[in-house]
């Protein structure tokens, strides 16, 4: 299973959560298979009209993200894709991938 998070720096599992996934600077992707970390760069390009930011992230294959907050727009279009929404009070990668059985539905838009 591939999780990907939004994270506001890159310091591996230390990384700080994003508060909102559109303005991230970084994703975490983790593996639960292999237990590895990869974090890249957030570079989705929110004014092209051809593929959305939701498709762009697509190209990772998540199984789930992960987002203190994410936009009612990108809620619907994950949804669409089959692809899980979870969040949780945690504030690094790593506390949420040692709680990863616990993440809770992510339902709700962030207002933002």
Request: aromatic share 6%; hydrophobic share 35%.
């Amino acid at each position: 299973m591939k999780l990907l998070i939004a994270i506001d720096e890159n310091k591996g599992l230390n990384s700080k959560l994003s508060e909102h996934f559109g303005h991230c600077s970084h994703f975490a992707i983790y593996e639960t298979g292999t237990k590895e970390i990869t974090i890249i760069k957030n570079k989705l390009e929110h004014s092209n009209l051809d593929i959305t930011p939701v498709d762009q992230i697509m190209e990772f294959r998540p199984d789930i993200v992960f987002s203190l907050g994410i936009g009612q727009r990108a809620i619907v279009l994950f949804n669409k894709k089959g692809v899980k929404l979870r969040t949780g009070n945690y504030e690094t990668v790593k506390g949420v991938i040692e709680n990863i059985n616990n993440l809770k539905k992510l339902n709700s838009n962030c207002n933002h």
